[in-house]
Nanobody, 113 residues
């Protein structure tokens, strides 16, 4: 069983930055990827970024060049720069591991002046 705890959300002005963290704990065998998703009000949950076991990264077009995903052991980060109101959402951490997929509880990010 894997537990994920996210932190770092909050209110930020357009153009500002935030850094999200997600700490994974528990028993896991092999992590294939660690991901960030987000869900804006009235919309479906959408994939944002991924980091794979070899540290290869991939990003949704909407955040490419502004967001950076990184990993330090079992903690994954999402550095978000040049934030826009459209980035407002609940951000979820996801781990794809041998025993299945796991989700964090979500952290709210609000971009507003």
């Amino acid at each position: 069983q894997v537990q994920l705890v996210e932190s770092g959300g909050g209110l930020v002005q357009p153009g500002g930055s935030l850094r999200l963290s997600c700490a994974a704990s528990g028993s896991f065998f092999s992590i294939y990827s660690m991901n960030w998703y987000r869900q804006a009000p009235g919309k479906e949950r959408a994939w944002v970024a991924a980091i794979f076991s070899g540290n290869t990264t991939n990003y949704a077009d909407s955040v490419k060049g502004r967001f950076t995903i990184s990993r330090d052991k079992n903690t994954v980060y999402l550095q978000m720069n040049s934030l826009k109101p459209d980035d407002t959402a609940v951000y979820y951490c996801n781990v794809d591991e041998t025993s299945g997929q796991y989700w964090g509880q979500g952290t709210q990010v609000t971009v507003s002046s």
